[in-house]
């Protein structure tokens, strides 16, 4: 497997159970979203647009990822959570190797700023980002557990020690609300979806 089939094999609805555990205050905290994964063709502007971002030559890319998600948080406090957010991923291969590469970032998982990550996909066909930033660095693993179960643990460091370490289940859902293959239906569903609950992230997606 690539990574681009890993994509693809992403793209549709999830309902993610997350457990995030915060190091520094020996707490664990519960969470659920739903998250929206449509992969991206290569020539997407979207795409195009991220690696001229980046400074990165589009014709490198072998495509991307749009990823929308919405949830909730144990430690969400009424009327004062504005959690909203989507990102956008672009692919850039090693030209020796399609299982490793950059990975470009619209935002980044621990900070939300625009980002270029590394990725690889190791023996089990598990997917492994590596992004580090200024102040912190962070490290996910996906990996399917059948095709419609996915797998996520998460750890963030920062100041020289872990901060927060994540693991999610996310399965894969029907609902009435489709990733669409066009940029326009897409917003338009996204629109609906989002007016349903609030978004949440503190992990990027």
């Known amino acids: 497997m690539d990574v681009m089939e890993f994509f693809q094999l992403s793209a549709g609805n999830w309902r993610s159970q997350r457990v995030t555990h915060h190091l520094a205050f020996k ?32 014709s490198l890319s072998v495509g991307g990822s749009r990823v929308c ?4 948080m144990a430690w ?16 850039v291969p090693d030209a020796d190797n399609p299982r490793q590469g950059k990975l470009l970032r619209e935002r980044g998982y621990a900070e939300i700023v625009p980002v270029v990550g590394l990725f ?11 992004t ?6 962070s490290i996910e693993r996906f990996w399917f557990a059948s095709p ?34 066009t940029e326009e239906a897409t917003a338009s569903q996204a629109q ?9 992230s503190v992990l990027g997606w």
């Open 69 to 72: 998600w919405l949830g909730t």
């Open 120 to 130: 690889h996909i190791d023996d089990e066909d598990g997917l492994v980002l590596t």
């Open 148 to 181: 419609n179960l996915r797998l996520r643990t998460s750890t963030v460091k920062r100041f020289g020690g872990f901060s927060t370490a994540s693991f999610c289940s996310e399965t894969r859902t029907e609902t009435s609300v489709e990733v669409s293959s």
């Open 192 to 200: 609906d979806t989002l007016e349903v609950r609030q978004f949440y």
């Open 27 to 58: 707490r664990s905290e519960t969470g659920e979203s739903d998250i929206q994964v449509e992969a991206l063709a290569s020539d997407h502007p979207e795409v195009i647009e991220l690696c001229q971002y980046h400074q990165i030559d589009p």
């Open 76 to 91: 969400d406090r009424e009327n004062d959570e504005n959690h909203q957010g989507k990102t956008i991923f672009a692919i």
């Open 132 to 137: 580090e930033y200024e102040t912190m660095s």
